[in-house]
């Protein structure tokens, strides 16, 4: 059995496993009793020796050549896009998203790899003249230095590719965590970096709990800069332990996104974009819309087709390829599930259809989309963040009281309006306080190469993807010479 299990990745190489250190289960949440790997427990020694192997090769590494990076990243890209298909099905047995998604996951994560490697080479800098005579200035980057990247279990590729590609392609040393319930996905991408031509200690991965792993990265003063995407609670004892210790911080946390549908609109492009965002990926995303905020003529209309869309949908097992929605990532996720559906019960809201655990022999853990009508803006099943697949709806009278319903949230990652209106969507996409607006699409699913990234409580630092990730990974240099 000790073959089998798998470790973390520190100063180029897979530690060697002990007897007697602790164990993780990786658990299929299609089918709980199937382990689909066996990880040995990362330390709070082994995350210091970590830390400090990518602290001893970040000088040499932000010196590197850029054609050492652009290959690097080009290699680990290209080998996910090719095997795509092997990893998708990997993920969707450790994280139970159905296997088109995670296959496009995989495909998401290559691309963004590919894009970093083009990134490496691209010129940045500016000149100046000086306001002093026969003087120049240079202003230009440098790495940051040692990033701690902590990533979800919801995006157990896509996010850790689009956090460690820019890290490395702008000369940062990474030492990257996982989620504790998708290590099977880190774990092959970092076999695929081991390979890549990047030195040791560059990048290392472990595999471990937050509270040991996670804690000592934060903490260390060899640590530069975190890029953390996760639970809105966690990123505020990140942002608050950052502080002390004067260290960059890129945070993603949580939404509560709205989608507007307006008398006006198409329907059918209205229930689908409410089905996808609100319901695909089992409603496991920042960006899902879990606020539907419909006007009155429309109203009835919409709720009976998006009720007859989500009764129609299958749900089981992630591999299987009629499956429209996977099951829920755990047992406790699926509690709080179930919980909300009790607390929209209790405050008066009418549930349409869902809102079950389906049982069944294998006990996955599956759970009926909720779709909520007749709710009111106090209910927690419209002000809080669920991350599963439950929908509110919300009936306002026109698009004055549309907006100012979207607004009303602590949080601003994702809003979407779907219309036909030039004028509401042009004010909707400049007056809304997201840091992402869609206009007749779903509130999530967003491409790899533009910024990503929210305002409010949902994200504090700069934005993650596109060439915008520069400004976290990087610090300026201004520099001044006498001719
Ligand atoms: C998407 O909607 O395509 O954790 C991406 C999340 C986000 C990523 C969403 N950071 O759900």
New binding site residues.
Partial sequence: MTSKIKSSFVDGSFVSYDHGTDLLENRNPSNPSEVVERFARADKLLTERAIQAARSAAPAWARSNPQLRADALDFIGSEILQRKEELGALLAREEGKVLREAIGEAERAGRSFKFYAQEALRAEGEKYPSVRDDVGIDVFTQPLGVIGIIA?W??PIA?PAWKIAPALCYGNCVVFKPAELVPSSAWALAEIISRSGVPAGVFNMLIGPGRSVGDTIIRSPEIDGISF?GSEHTGRQIAQLAAEGMKKVQL?MGGKNPLVVLDDADLDVAVEAALNGSFYSTGQ???ASSRLIVTEQIHDRLVAALAEKTRALTIGDALNASTNVGPVVDGRQLEQNLSYVRFGLEEGAKLVCGGEHLHHESGGFFFSPALFTDVSPKMRIYREEIFGPVLSVLKVKNYEEAFAAAEDTPFGLSAGIITTSLKHSEHFKRNSSAGMVMVNLAT???DYHVPFGGNGASSLGSREQGTHARQFFTRVKTAYQLA
Avoid: D
Wanted: charged share 15%; glycine share 8%.
């Fill in positions: 979800p919801n995006f996010i995407t993603e995303r920042c960006t999530a699913g967003v």
